[in-house]
């Protein structure tokens, strides 16, 4: 059960994109049948997608933490799961990944039981209680992707810490030699901080090289505007195209003004062997190695971004690439995977009703 902020392949789903995809890969792998349910307009390679019409729903992060539950009229979310409800039967499981009340609220409804990959840290007290109570009545259906992630909702002891996804790591090529430019990736939108990228990149004459899908027009108009000159805007590319360019970087910028909740970006910039230059916020704080893969500067401090990228020399790009294999493996992450969905799976021999 995708986002409901936008079709698979828009770009708009953010990490979710890569996680979902990456997911679906490796569990058709290992055997598994998978439907994916999401707006209409989705494509992922050649799964079969139930395309959902409907309207889709606010995006989270724009959201006050005290906001009511709000749906839109005919809301792209209602349709996707009643459509879930009508073909319960013939799953095991349900993946959910939107971060949404309404999945959550449902889940004592269905019958199938349901996996809530939550992707995002407490964002609005409303869902952060439906949330609560499914992590309570429904014990180890909550799974995320960092400690510091989880440490943001009350019930951070009933989650399952299970990253934010897994790489195919021949997607990626190991670069030794990168040009003299920075990279930025990432839903172009506040709560990722482009400003200070922008402005360390300005700071160091680095040419910032930035790719993502622009979600909020007026604050990248803005930045256009401050920083001309100092970035190359690239658009939103696939994994093959973005690898490429990411891969011929002195090193990728996070620069979360919010608790990222992991950080897809990483380790795809890590399995490129690029380092990694990012506050000391959120999921970074787990996946950087400071001083061996990337540095963990002092979070909203551009002088912090500046002064690492002059301590790039000291870093060993192959140390990242490495490190992307030994703990970023889609083999690696679908194990983990696998058995939480296995530990919520009812499977007849063992609670056969009399
Ligand atoms: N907002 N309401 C809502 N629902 C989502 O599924 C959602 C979101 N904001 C962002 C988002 N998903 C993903 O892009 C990030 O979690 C990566």
Known sequence: ?????????????????????NLAIEMHRRGHEIQLVAPVGSELLDFLIAQIPGNLQTTAQTQEISDPIAMPADPVLANMWSHARHVQAKYDLIFNIAYD?????????????????????????????????????????????????????EFA???????????DLGVYEY????????AFLGRISPEKGLEDALAAAKATG?????????????????????YAGCFEYCGFLDTAAMQQIVGDCRALLMTPRWVEAFGNVAIEALACGVPVISYARGGPTEIVRDGVTGFL????????????????GEIDRSACRQQAEQEYSLSAWGD???????????????????
């Open 1 to 21: 059960m995708s986002t409901s902020v936008g079709a698979l392949g828009s770009g708009l789903g953010g990490g979710v994109e890569l996680t979902v995809k």
């Open 175 to 182: 670069r030794a030699n990168p040009s003299n430019a920075l």
């Open 297 to 312: 500067v002092e979070p909203d401090s551009v002088a912090g971004l500046v002064k690492a990228i002059g301590r790039l």
């Open 206 to 226: 680095l040419i910032l090289k930035i790719m993502g899908k622009v979600q909020d027009e007026a604050y990248w108009q803005r930045l256009q505007s401050e």
């Open 101 to 153: 009340w309404l999945p959550f609220y449902l889940t004592p409804w269905f019958q199938t039981p349901i996996a809530h990959f939550i992707s995002m840290g407490s964002l609005i007290s409303a869902l952060d209680q439906e949330m609560g109570k499914v992590a309570i009545d429904f014990p180890g259906s909550i799974g995320v992707c960092s400690r510091t992630q989880a440490a943001t909702f």
């Open 336 to 354: 983990q995977i696998e058995s939480w969905f296995d530990s919520l799976i009812v499977t007849g021999e063992k609670y056969i009703d009399y």
């Open 157 to 167: 002891e009933h989650c399952r810490i299970l990253g934010g996804a897994g790489l």
